[in-house]
């Protein structure tokens, strides 16, 4: 059974940090690329970071870069989103999404981010 189990999120002060961790199974782990998505209320969902197999490159939007850092434990086939200097419109449901040019592809349930300002 594929599984993708987000979590770490929760209510942090503006400025402030959070990891987030992306816990997989079920699916070849070095394979696939695994990005993290965001979805805030009312809004489209968004790519935040991706890491590109097999280089292992690791790509940030915009809107988080400088601020967030990706890694990748293939021990333990977990990611992680380290988000420093949050910022209220940082605000989002936070999904980990495994793809595979071949195929499937996988989504994980989400962890809610909130950050007060």
């Known amino acids: 059974e594929v599984q993708l189990q987000a979590s770490g999120g929760g209510l942090v002060q503006a400025g402030g940090s959070l990891r987030l961790s992306c816990a997989t199974s079920g699916f070849n782990f070095d394979d696939y690329n695994i990005d993290w998505f965001r979805q805030a209320p009312g809004k489209e969902r968004e790519g935040v970071s991706c890491?590109?197999?097999?280089?292992?490159?690791?790509y940030y939007s915009d809107s988080v870069k400088g601020r967030f850092a990706m890694s990748s434990d293939a021990a333990k086939n977990t990611v992680y989103l380290q988000m420093n200097s949050l910022k209220p419109e940082d605000t989002a449901v936070y999904y980990c999404y495994a793809e595979h040019f071949l195929g499937p592809d996988y989504w994980g349930q989400g962890t809610l981010v909130t950050v007060s300002s």
């Open positions: 890491i590109r197999r097999p280089a292992g490159n690791i």
